[in-house]
């Protein structure tokens, strides 16, 4: 419990920093939309290719643990995207509940736990858990979203403005060009090494600050908004892994596979959500909320989970 304590402590300390930046009026309100554009266009679109360009696809080829954390993801995506449609939510708005639900804090928890668990034998299917999540399901959300930010009614028209749209956009180019660069096989010279590594580390704890400012500006949380959060929260908490474990027992994903699958599903929801939300100028509460919450519920739930997998008694 010390262990998993102290993997999430640095979460709430950068969120606090914020939180306390803004209520001191140290960084004004205007920070959280200039921060969050430093994440997206620069910070995080460098974490993206240098994820790519590393990435040795004969290490990460586990189909049977690609197939339930990334079957899971989708149908947890999907079928919360269908559920605010039926709510009554726009579709962008929509999309981001979905990304909320089912995006997990693979990279900014999922090393450090992993590697408490299991050593550096941890690291590929974390790996593999991160592409998928911050590449292909990011990447998911964001056609949503666009799709949803349109309003060309015309079929054929709506396509290409998305399209358009999409090529233009550094959270589907910068992967993209790390899969074409990890292709051609050329090493990276020292100097872009160094600058990515520098440049996509700031992406995290840029976010965390960003959620702390938003938390604290004046706003009033509706009801019906706490409650829309603490949904999403559960269903990320509880749902996404209960669903990714029943799909690798399904799929007879080896044993080992099959806890790690589901303790990264049952990690929180990551800061990908609030970025797009803010980018696609969507309201934040709920996602602000969800993040929170879900880290905050995973005291709770991981430690339940890690007991119920047999893998507790490592976190003692």
């Not at 606090?16 to 430093?38: Q, Y």
């Not at 579709?91 to 999922?110: Q, R, V």
């Not at 290409?160 to 993209?176: E, G, H, W, Y």
Request: charged residues 10%.
């Amino acid at each position: 419990m010390l262990s998993l304590l102290s993997i999430v402590a640095p979460i709430f300390a950068l969120i606090l920093c914020g939180f306390l930046a803004r209520r001191w009026d140290s960084i004004g309100a205007a920070a959280v939309s200039e921060l969050n554009k430093f994440v997206v266009f620069l910070a995080l679109p460098a974490l993206l290719f240098d994820v790519m360009v590393h990435a040795s696809w004969h290490d990460l080829w586990q189909p049977g643990f690609l197939a339930a954390f990334g079957l899971a993801c989708g149908f947890v995506f999907y079928a919360t995207v269908g559920a605010a449609l039926a709510a009554g939510r726009k579709l962008a708005a929509a999309g981001i509940d979905g990304l909320l639900s089912s995006y997990a804090n693979t990279a900014f928890m999922g090393f450090p736990l992993f590697l408490t668990l299991y050593g550096r034998e941890g690291l590929v299917p974390v790996t593999i858990a991160s592409i998928l999540t911050v590449c292909v399901l990011f990447a998911s959300a964001i056609v949503v979203v666009e799709v949803g930010s349109q309003n060309e009614p015309h079929p054929l028209r709506l396509a290409r403005k998305v399209a358009f749209a999409l090529a233009r956009n550094p959270l589907i180019i910068a992967p993209t060009a790390g899969v074409l660069y990890n292709a051609v096989g050329l090493p990276l010279p020292l100097a872009l090494e160094t600058f990515l590594k520098l440049l996509g580390g700031a992406a995290s704890p840029a976010a965390l600050v960003v959620i702390g400012l938003f938390l604290a500006g004046p706003r009033a949380v509706t009801v019906k908004e706490a409650w829309s959060a603490a949904a999403l929260a559960t269903i990320k908490l509880l749902v996404h892994p209960a669903l990714t474990w029943g799909l690798a027992t399904l799929l007879a994903v080896p044993p080992r596979l099959t806890v790690m699958a589901t303790l990264l599903a049952a990690l929180p929801t990551g800061t990908g959500p609030f970025m797009l939300a803010e980018l696609y100028r969507q309201p934040a509460a709920i996602t602000s909320a969800v993040i929170l919450i879900s880290t905050l519920g995973s005291l709770i739930t991981l430690p339940i989970i890690l007991w119920l997998l047999g893998v507790s008694a490592v976190l003692g």
